[in-house]
């Protein structure tokens, strides 16, 4: 009886394994053929009979992104900015979201609910003022800018994430931890932010996609291909009709990926919620 | 006290952001924030082996200035945006003609003739100056001009069998496509390649006077007409599906840019390049539009920089930098004290860039323009893709351009 | 249980009114702390709203680039007159797409991320990090890597597929319905790993003590997720949510790039609100004109989520 039972639950998971392989490569369906024709020597994308395998492997085309274009600088510049622009998002986001979370003040609601609704203007029109914001400022074409437009741009999103995450802790944790003396900050430091790691992660890797990703911004206000990102950079290299080689720009997608995917995986293990872990019964 | 402790904290916070913030725009200009320094900021979008050829050319002519070459991705969106702000545009930029009312318009551009004499002027093309007036001013000092060529492999076409006229270019299609090949293939559904035709009917899309013209006649005839090339191409036809079908080996002949060539000579094919074939109704031939690039001066460079600005462009007549240019993009020189070079004059590609030149249609370059690539490609995608009829989709594609028209007033 | 909690805390009036002074205080901290935040926000999504709306009343364009004066309500009266049955129907278009989106969105993200957290799933992270690969590559990059890879009609994996089964070669770009469908499997595809992470966080932050209590309560998996999961994540996904539904409304990128791009247009008529506007209205470079099409649709989107949430309150 006991057996049979553990048998039906290793088919189960057996079959949930074989779901998930499945689900993975069929999502990764693109992905794979953009590896695939970036491992190529036939200078093609579009190439009229496709295989997985490439036929004449090669390292060639990920040669020419590493060295032949400006990829590392372009890395170097997305790096930093996307460093700054996490940093600054949430040291701006988590004071506000905690104070929106647990003290009452008036005008609390009012400016929540108003934040999303003005998040929702069709963001298509406000380049041209968002560049008469930093023309006075003496931002256009400077990295400060972009750090500017991005943590703007992803505060909404920040604010709201975290403050919706704090909501969820039981505010008693605190209460205690006052009792004995501590201040709020302490408080926040010790408590709050630990048992909201997960929100505090998954907040901070949206504003590290989203500057990882953004290139319209990174196109108009910046000038050089010194200043690119990787994401303008890969844009410019196939914006053109007369320029790019298809290997090499799906090389280059792969390659700009690859970043987010290591620190995702490593950022998997911190995910993990504090409450589960804690000792808070309900 | 804590309290103190906590705000200090986001108060020091908040401060680095500022200093950074400041710091880093310090180093952030575009051209200078006035004055003439000696240093010319020059935008473009062309491929490096361009700039490059550019670069070099300006600092052997004008080994004082300092020429600083910025590749601009969406330069006219970037020109719309920083207008005339010496602090953000540059002094100079190179694009094709197209865009010269827009830019005239918005009066952001110096005239070229307050730099260059119009004796210096009078050596280039008739084709390339009048391409470069818009309202009886020359805003842009030609370069080089490109247009669309009829491309064929000569493996599969031979020279005796490329065609004359539209009609044997028909005939030729029906014979070879099929089973994954096509005869001819072209981006049928885009404005820009589709115009040919409408001017070998003697039709265009817009009047001088900025009036569109897609319900007329000629349009009408010449999308109905085109119609049975359409059926003999592939159903998608941007730019990458057609140049790999052609550098593939897959189709026979295509009209094409300069910009292929390299890629279609890598990839091993027996190039031919012939005149356009004529339309047999009209007699008129195939007539692409032709883009002359050329150099623009932005206002605020001519009233801070005159003297550095004048030097600059009188240097960019020199016919060295328009011989530099047309070898590094396979495109044909504006002026035409070029020719006169050998290696120009040998140069395959350059001559029936100019052959062609001479049956081409310049762009039109008022800003009424601007609106027309847009409906005209909706009009060709409606007839082309969407089989619709092409009386009514002409009809509402000329009342959207009057629309749009009005509407940018 | 922590929702009771979050509703008492929601009402101040039954905690004990602090006084006057007390509470002066209170909103003085809160808002100081919160003011880096606000003011970033007031500079970059709440002016821009402001100077269009300001640009929407002037006469700014092509022929008035610099020397714009103020022309009153002109555009909007002009702007009113795109309202025409190209504009209503791409409108309600969007409203599908928004619908269709979310509503596939929400139940994939869920059902996966469940999945995911079943506890004896050993390679789970493997998977996760597999499944935000989409994710990771920058939108235009995977929506030119559909358009030419695999819904090219010459080229693409798709018809390459078809024609190994012996079928015809479709031109899946072509027709609105089968535009609509492959731009939906775009999207979804793009936004489906951030809908995952989002329930992941959110189903892993339930105290698993409750399920243990339900459990032995005797309730099945439906129960214990309708009257367990759903109610404690609800709030922790729902800023997330309604961002993506904002997001999925004004979505450009995918429509415009796979179908509408300029030079490159596939035939189909699928528009949304954006893309509409953008081919009738803002290639026109008159920006008063086209502000006052974006203060438009603005307001429109207002009155949406006001009714939204009038019916998400009854």
Redesign the interface.
Known sequence: MKNRKKMRKRAGLACLNLFFIVLCFVTLIPILYALSVSFNAQNSLLSSDFSFLPRQFTLDNYREVLFGEDILLWFGNTALLAVSCVAISLAVAIPAAYCFSRRRFPGRMAVIRALVLLNSFPAVLSMFAVYRLLRPLGLVNSRAGLVLVYTGTMAVFSLWNLKGYFDTIPVELEEAAKIDGASTFRLVRLIVLPLAKPSIIVTGLMVLIYVWNEYIYATTFMTGEDKYTLAAGLYSLQATEMSGSWPVFAAASIVVSLPVLVIFFLCQRHMVSGLTAGGVKG | M??I???A??VL??TM?VS??????G????ADGGGDTGRIVI?H?K?DAVAEALEQELTRLVPDVEF?L?????LT??L??????P??S?DLFIFAHDKIG?FA????LAPVTDFVSEDALSSYLDMTIEAATYKDVVYELPIYFETLLFMYNRRYMQDDEVPSTTEELYAYMQENTGR?RYGFVE?H????YSAAWIHGFGGSLISEEGEPLLDSDEVKEALAYHLKFVELM???A????VN??F??G?ADATIG?P?MVPSAR??GIDLGIAPMPAVDETGLPLSPYSGVQGVYVLKHAAENKTETVRRVMEALCNPSVGIALAEASGCAPANTVCYDDPAIAADEMVNAMRDTAQIATPMPNI?EM??M??VT??L???V???GEDVDTAADAAQK?AL???A??? | MSLKREKRRDNPRQKRLPSNAKQRKTTFWSYLCSAPSLILIGLVVVFPILYTGYISLTNMNVYHWFDFDIIGLDNYERALFLVDSGFLSALLATILWTIVNMVIQLVVAFVLASLLNIESLRFRKVYKTLLMFPWAMPGYVSILLWKTGMFNSQFGLLNQWMEKLGLEAVRWLSSDVSAFICCTVVNLWLALPFMIMIMDGALQSIDKSYYESAILDGAGWLRRTVSITLPTIRPIIGPAVIITVFTTFKQFDVVYLLTQQAGAKTGSHFHTLITYTYENAFITNNYGYSSAISILIFVLLLVFSWKFHLEEKS
Do not use: H
């Open positions: 804590r309290r402790k906590k705000f904290a986001w916070a908040l952001i950074l913030v400041l710091t880093a725009a180093c952030s200009q575009g935008w979008d491929e600083v910025e590749k601009k991705t969406s969106d970037s719309k945006l920083s207008g005339n702000d602090s953000a540059p827009v318009e918005m009066g952001i994954g981006q559904s885009t404005a820009y592939p159903g998608e941007e730019y990458s599906t790999t079908l550098i593939e897959q840019g910009w890598e990839a800003p601007d609106v690539w847009t490609g909706n060709l995608s409606d082309n893709l969407s959207q629309d749009l028209i509407a940018m007033q």
